[in-house]
């Protein structure tokens, strides 16, 4: 399915820095809850990601990633999501996550 340059534009990709990751043992499936510094005009958002099979919470402690920030909250067992983090999916269903390959500002945003 095609979508206009306009849909496009709408969708509101930024990079963030991961301030902070906790197990989730409420989730249906293994996830942690993280939270993302977007910078000074949009602040810190969080967010469930389905991740634990390629990262170690040591390992995500301080990426950068890219996650969509206009999307409505979204209910994840008793955690509220506000953002949504961008990721590749593997042929495992791991998740392989949307970084730039060299630090930027925070709340930049991808075109």
Do not use: H
């Amino acid at each position: 399915m095609e979508i206009g340059w306009k849909d496009f534009e709408k969708v509101e990709m930024r990079v963030g820095t991961i301030t902070a990751v906790d197990d989730f043992p409420e989730a249906r499936k293994p996830a942690y809850q993280l939270r993302i510094d977007f910078g000074e005009k949009i602040g810190s958002r969080k967010t469930s990601a389905q991740i634990t099979k390629r990262y170690t919470k040591k390992q995500l402690q301080g990426r950068q990633v890219v996650a969509v920030v206009n999307f409505p909250k979204k209910q994840i067992a008793n955690f509220m999501s506000e953002c949504l983090v961008l990721g590749a999916v593997g042929e495992e269903n791991d998740i392989v996550l949307i970084s730039p390959d060299t630090s930027i500002e925070n709340g930049l945003r991808i075109g």
